[in-house]
C-alpha cells in the first residue's frame, strides 16, 4: 500500500534553516509528481511547491519562492525539502502528497514545523 | 494565482440531511477540480479529482459537479462520519490553490 512518512520537522528560530523529508513506499515513486502542502495551526490548506517525476520541473508558491527548495532522490525513493529564512508564518504542519495528474491522492501524517523565538 | 472561494465557510446540518458545499474560481479552470476531506489531526482525504471522479473507496453518497468557474460538492445522506472539513483545490493552473474549507458541523 502507499505510504508516505515525513520527518525533520522541529522547533527553529526565526531566519534559521531546516530540511523536511518524505520517504515513500508502496508504488513506484520515480513515476510520479510530488507535492509538499502545509496548514498553519487552525487554518487552511496552502499548496506550497511540486516537483516532476524527473525532477526537471518544480514550481513554489509565491510565499516560499526563493527560500524555499524542493527536490527528490528517486533512488532513495525520497522528497525533501530544504527550508531557508524560516519565518513566523512559515509556522505549519507540513504534508507530503503524491501528485496524480495534479490532484493529491495519497498523503503523509505530517510533520510541525515551528519557527519560534 | 487563481483564487479559490468556497461557501459557506461553516454550517450545521443533521445525520441524513443532503448538503452541498459550493466552489467557485476566479477564472476558468474547465474541470481541474478535486475535493479532499479532513478530519481534525489527520491529513486530506482526496474525494473527489476531475470535477466529479470518484476516487477509488469514497462512498458514492458523495458526488460533485460543475466546470469553468462553478463547482458543488453534494453529500445525499450525510452520516456521522461525514463531519469534517472540506477543501476545494484547482489544479488547472501549475500555482495549484486550494478554497479556505468548510467546516460541516453536527446540529
Known amino acids: 500500500q502507499v505510504q508516505l512518512v515525513e520527518s525533520g520537522g522541529g522547533l527553529v528560530k526565526p531566519g534559521g534553516s531546516l530540511r523536511l523529508s518524505c520517504a515513500a513506499s508502496?508504488?513506484?515513486?520515480?513515476?510520479?509528481?510530488m507535492s509538499w502542502i502545509r496548514q498553519a495551526p487552525g487554518k487552511g490548506l496552502e499548496w506550497v511547491s511540486y516537483?516532476?517525476?524527473?525532477?526537471?520541473?518544480?514550481y513554489y508558491a509565491d510565499s516560499v519562492k526563493g527560500r524555499f527548495t524542493i527536490s527528490r532522490d528517486n533512488a532513495k525513493n525520497s522528497l525533501y525539502l530544504q527550508m531557508n529564512s524560516l519565518r513566523a508564518e512559515d509556522t505549519a504542519v507540513y504534508y507530503c502528497?503524491?501528485?496524480?495528474?495534479?490532484?493529491?491522492?495519497?498523503w503523509g501524517q505530517g510533520t510541525l514545523v515551528t519557527v519560534s523565538s | 494565482a487563481i483564487r479559490m472561494t468556497q461557501s459557506p465557510s461553516s454550517f450545521s446540518a443533521s445525520t441524513g440531511d443532503r448538503v452541498t458545499i459550493t466552489c467557485r474560481a476566479s477564472?476558468?479552470?474547465?474541470?481541474?477540480l478535486a475535493w479532499y476531506q479532513q478530519k481534525p489531526g489527520k491529513a486530506p482525504k482526496l474525494l473527489i479529482y476531475?470535477?466529479?471522479t470518484l476516487q477509488s473507496g469514497v462512498p458514492s453518497r458523495f458526488s460533485g459537479s460543475g466546470s469553468g468557474t462553478d463547482f458543488t460538492l453534494t453529500i445525499s445522506c450525510l452520516q456521522s462520519e461525514d463531519f469534517a472539513t472540506y477543501y476545494c483545490?484547482?489544479?488547472?493552473?501549475?500555482?495549484?490553490?486550494f478554497g479556505q474549507g468548510t467546516k460541516v458541523e453536527i446540529k
Open positions: 502528497a503524491r501528485a496524480s495528474r495534479g490532484y493529491s491522492d495519497y
Open positions: 508502496g508504488f513506484t515513486f520515480s513515476d510520479y509528481y
Open positions: 516537483i516532476s517525476s524527473s525532477g526537471s520541473t518544480i
Open positions: 477564472q476558468g479552470i474547465s474541470s481541474y
Open positions: 476531475a470535477a466529479s
Open positions: 483545490q484547482q489544479y488547472y493552473s501549475y500555482l495549484r490553490t
